[in-house]
Every structure is written in C-alpha cells, then in structure tokens.
C-alpha cells in the first residue's frame, strides 16, 4: 500500500507500510501454522520471491533510466523499507488465491500485481502515480485469465479456532485495523460508506430481486470480509483522500458489488474494486490531460517544469514517488 499526496508525509507512509507488513506477516505464519490456511506453505515464500524480484527489477530498469541511483540501495533498511509494499502485496496474494499445489499461479499473480504499478500510471504534482490497487489487481487478473483458479475459502481463516477464538479474531482485525486507517491512512470515511452501501445493496437486492436479506449480508460477518474492509479497500495509494471523494469511493465499490451480484458474477469484492479504481484512474487521465492542455503562468513554473522542458535529468526526487 502506498501513499497519497496530501495525505501521507514520507515518515507517516513509511510507518504505516511497516505496521501493515507486521501485521499481514503475523496473520500468515499464524495461519499456516494453526488458524487452518490451506495453501502450502511454499506459496507465500513464492509470492514474496516474485514480489520481491519485480519490484528490483523494475526499480533497476527505472533508475537506470532515469539516471538515479536505485532506492533500495543504501543499507539493509533501505532495501527492507523499499520491499515493504512488495512484502505485502506478496503475502497477500498467497494468502487470498488458492491454485490447489500450483505456485506458478502465485507468482503470476505477485508478478502482474507488482507490474501493475509502473504500466498503469498518472502524472501527478509530485511525478507519477498508480491508481489500480496491487494486491486486488494481480488477484483479479488471475481470476480472469484461469477460471480453474479460486479464492480461499472464507471459513480457513478460523477454522480451528475454538468458538470464543471465532469472535476474538474478527475483533482483533477490527480494532486494529481501525487504529492504522485512523492514525495513517485516514481513511475511516471510505470505510464508512463502503460498510453502508454493502448493507444497503443487500437490502435493494432483496427488495426487488428476491434474494433474501440474511444471505446478501452474509459476507459481512467473514474474516476475508473484514480483512478487504481494512486491509484492501483503503489502500491510500489508489484511493482519494478528501473525505466527500472517500465517501463517493466507497458508495461506488458498493455499488459496484451488488450490480455484479443480481448479474450472478462472482468475486464480486476484488472485480467491483477494480472496475471503481478503473474508472477513477480514467478520470484521473483526463483530468492530467486538461492540465497539460491548459496555459501555465510564468509565475508558476517550478525548477522541474524547467527542466523537462529542457530535456534535462528530471530530479529523482519527484519520481515515482509512491513507489
């Protein structure tokens, strides 16, 4: 997960990113080792070896490019805070697929998600950004491309808890998840809506299509639910920070799943959240494209707008700055 600008200043990126790549890791040694994930455990080390591997690759490619020293170069903890956002898209591919002993699928999925950032980009104030969130793209274009393969399913997370441990973890998730999106994402009002628009299709489903309202609201009482509430959705790279937009965001993913549900898809959390991050980032192009187009005064030329325009080494520092 990456930072939006205006939102999150480097050091508060860098200690979200560290806290979400704890938490995740946490969760899957847990679950390989006692909650019940049915995936082998060759999977995640898979996922995080293609993660990682094209995340260099693509830094490498881009830096040299660019003229730049790599950023993970530097020290151990400047390689580990530059794969932290690769750690956890790796992870979280593994953890949510499930390609019965396969691992080419994994690290397709890792690799497309990781790829994802650099193909789909638009031009910002501060460089360039992506806007397709990683984890859910990777997973959704694996999804696409080989029917054959599935998610986990959502009764793994739990399944060898004792009943008490069945409500301990949603809330630890909860409770947890709230205090990183309160303190670093700021994304509270995404999560708002996006929990009340998945109520509200569920009762319009049941009003006019029949479906019954306990099974439509179903989803919402699984930890994979919760973990896409917490851990995906509000992913502050490839989602809006001002607070009516967030609002707008989540009512559109909502929105999004129950079109898909009375049109009988399936995986309806990960494709609504691509199509809504689809249509944002068009907009977003269109919106770069206006700004290109427009005159810009004399008195508003920065250093770099000079120096692009004179062909010269643009500063590393403006570049892929979610990266």
């Known amino acids: 997960m990456m930072a939006q600008n205006n939102i999150w200043d480097q ?17 899957n040694i847990l679950g390989h080792a006692y909650l019940g994930f049915e995936q082998s455990y060759a999977q995640p080390l898979v996922g995080l070896a293609a993660a990682y591997g094209m995340e260099i690759l693509l830094e490498l490619v881009d830096a040299w490019s660019s003229g730049r020293r790599p950023r993970f170069i530097g020290g151990f903890g400047k390689l580990v805070d530059f794969l932290l956002s690769a750690h956890i898209t790796g992870l979280a591919v593994a953890m949510l697929l499930y390609a019965n002993d ?118 919402m009482t699984g930890v994979a639910f919760i973990l896409y509430t917490f851990y995906m959705i509000t992913d502050p790279a490839t989602t809006p920070g001002p607070w009516k937009s967030q609002v707008a965001f989540g009512a559109a993913v909502g929105s999004a799943y129950g079109v898909l549900m009375v049109s009988h898809m399936v995986f309806g959390l990960f494709f609504s959240l691509l199509i809504v991050t689809a249509c944002r980032g068009l907009g977003l192009y269109l919106m770069a494209a206006q700004r290109a187009r427009a005159p810009v005064p004399a008195s508003a030329l920065t250093p770099e707008m000079v120096r692009d325009s004179a062909g010269l080494p643009a500063n590393p520092a403006f570049q892929r700055a979610d990266r």
């Open 102 to 219: 396969r691992l080419w699928p994994i690290a397709f999925a890792a690799a497309v998600a990781i790829g994802s950032k650099s193909i789909f980009r638009v031009s910002s104030e501060k460089g360039s950004r992506h806007f397709f969130n990683p984890s859910n793209f990777g997973i959704s274009i694996t999804l696409l491309l080989f029917p054959w393969i599935g998610i986990a399913p959502p009764y793994h997370f739990s399944e060898n808890l004792p009943s008490l441990g069945r409500w301990i973890l949603p809330a630890v998730i909860v409770f947890s998840g709230t205090f990183l999106n309160a303190r670093f994402t700021k994304r509270l009002p995404l999560i708002a809506t996006w929990l009340a628009g998945f109520a509200l299709q569920a009762f319009v489903r049941s009003s006019f299509f029949g479906t019954p309202v306990v099974a439509a609201l179903l989803p």
């Open 11 to 27: 050091s508060t990126r860098l200690g979200g990113l560290r806290r979400f790549a704890v938490a995740i890791t946490v969760l």
